[in-house]
């Protein structure tokens, strides 16, 4: 049976996305009742949990990650003429529509979760509540890290306005929120909740502890420039918690013909194709990955990247377009994707954080070479190359970045090996490297680790269409949405003093310091 939401009091919002279903079958519908929101049953609730996960990715994935993240990050260029963002504009539709599908699908499931299985609700259930709230700080993350400022708290008001939180006070209450998650799943260890309708562990207590420590881990590293004590502290408390160790750890999304990966839909697309950055890595440390990230140019077995950053007129170029340059691997297309699950987390990040982190003089219970050299170690085992000759001979080896013999004669990207080197001044650039490669495709990630550290030292656009951002620029932000400008301006003011700069895309979010 469907069950109805309320749209959350965001007054941007006056048309959905309808039909969007999950694996575990038909979820509620969305309607425009701005009044309340309709009473689930205990059923309904645990629907609505499967929702929340699966609209949370697939909702607004290539509006908000694919066309921006992606980019910025530099797993990705693309080959559509009509795709500025890979031309640093950062504003229109596409992020209006990303905006609305978190916001209009995921977040109102998710409410719907909280309030019924909180200490007040009408089916109070901590083990529940617990698990929905680490969700809640992973759905939210990448969001205040596009923006700064977002709504959070107020959400669901009922109200004519929907405050926006400042960044610093968000991520304050993501640590808070994820430590006494994982404390309250403690009394659950061993068992299963949500067993039925979990599409990531089925259910396992232990597995949700590990990605609410790891998860900890992450916002705390990312917060280590502007609060480097509490980062510190709540970084140590987190590994000695209890973090992703192996790959049987990691977070991927199930997926069904019906609930679908929706990097297959982009694949099929053919817009999108392996960035230079990607090609001047991947064949200068001659990395076995580069056939599982990406496919050969057709009719060859070479593999060959693309630019950022192209003008319509140079996406035009025969050496520029599909039949020259690599798409995303065969693994991501449509006739897989109800065998390809979409990755959330991967133990290997933990192992680069516990890196950095030990750089830092943090307690992460091993070296900094110790954590880099296992980081890639597991991260070759993720994508299912196990031969300990070739990993050891990656960890080893010291050939650096190529040089490309692109359209602009692009340069090598970099002058590091893999090998860890013994000058402080490059192992956190090694370290952010080797991750920036493990977390693909995660853009959202590489985008905020760029940001915040410089690395990989990825290419200047070739063009920007965007002034506040040039083409040698870092674009530090997405500005605020048009939509939100237009009908919740009160709040959208209130956020730009909270933002600290101006609503540019140039502006530092709050961890993003010099």
Not at 118 to 140: D, E, L, R, T
Not at 287 to 292: A, E, H, N, Q
Request: overall charge neutral; proline content about 5%.
């Amino acid at each position: 049976m469907k069950r109805k939401y309320q749209i959350l009091a965001l007054t941007l919002l006056t048309t959905l996305a309808a039909g969007i279903y999950s694996c575990t079958g038909d979820f509620e519908e969305i309607n425009t009742n701005k009044t309340k929101l309709t009473e689930l049953d205990e059923l309904g609730t645990e629907n609505a949990f499967a929702a929340a996960q699966y609209r949370s990715i697939q909702a607004s994935w290539q509006t908000f990650q694919s066309l921006f993240a992606d980019l910025q990050g530099q797993y990705f260029a693309n080959i559509a003429q009509n795709f500025s963002s890979d031309r640093n504009v950062m504003v229109g539709n596409w992020l209006n529509g990303a905006w609305s599908g978190f916001y209009g699908t995921a977040v109102p499931a998710l409410i719907g979760v909280l309030e019924n299985t909180g200490p007040s609700g009408k089916y109070p259930n901590p083990g529940k509540f617990a698990i929905a709230s680490i969700w809640k700080v992973y759905m939210y993350l990448p969001r205040t890290d596009y923006w700064g400022p977002i709504p959070y708290s107020q959400v669901g008001n009922g109200g004519p306005d929907v405050p926006y939180d400042s960044q610093e006070a968000i991520y304050k209450d993501f640590l808070t929120t994820l430590k006494t998650s994982a404390t309250a799943l403690e009394a659950f260890r061993g068992k299963k909740i949500f067993d039925t309708v979990d599409q990531i562990y089925g259910g396992e207590v232990n597995k949700w502890i590990l990605f609410a420590n790891t998860l900890r881990l992450r916002i705390a590293m990312r917060m280590s420039k502007v609060e480097p004590a509490l980062a510190k502290t709540e970084a140590e408390a987190a590994v000695a918690a209890g973090v992703f160790t192996t790959n049987a750890d990691d977070a991927f999304l199930k997926v069904t013909a019906n609930s679908f990966n929706p990097m297959n839909q982009a694949t099929a697309w053919n817009e999108f194709r392996m960035s230079a950055a990607m090609e001047s890595v991947l064949k200068g440390y001659a990395d076995p990955r580069i056939s599982k990230y990406f496919a050969p140019v057709p009719g060859t077995s070479n593999f060959k990247g693309l630019r950022n950053g192209y003008t319509q007129g140079e996406l035009g170029a025969p050496e520029n377009n599909a039949g020259a340059t690599s798409n995303v691997a065969d693994q991501f297309l449509p006739a897989v994707q109800d065998k390809n699950p979409f990755a959330i987390m991967y133990a290997s990040e933990a192992y680069f954080l516990r890196a950095e982190g030990a750089l830092k003089g943090w307690a992460m219970g091993g070296t900094a070479k110790e954590f880099y050299e296992k980081g890639i170690e597991t991260a070759f085992k993720q994508w299912g190359i196990t031969d300990a000759a070739v990993i050891t001979a990656y960890i080893n080896g010291t050939t650096t970045p190529i040089a490309l013999n692109d359209m602009v004669k692009t340069p090598a990207l970099s002058d590091i090996p893999v090998k860890f080197s013994a000058d402080p001044a490059k192992q956190l650039e090694q370290i952010i490297t080797q991750k920036w490669l493990a977390n693909y495709p995660n853009g959202h990630e590489a985008w905020a680790e760029y940001r915040r550290t410089g690395y990989p030292k990825l290419y200047a656009r070739i063009n920007s269409d965007n002034p506040d951002s040039p083409k040698d620029a870092v674009v530090r932000r997405t500005p605020f949405v048009i939509g939100e400008q237009q009908t919740n301006a009160k709040a959208v003011a209130d956020a730009i003093t909270k933002l600290g700069g101006e609503d540019k895309s140039s502006t530092r979010l709050w961890w993003d310091k010099p």
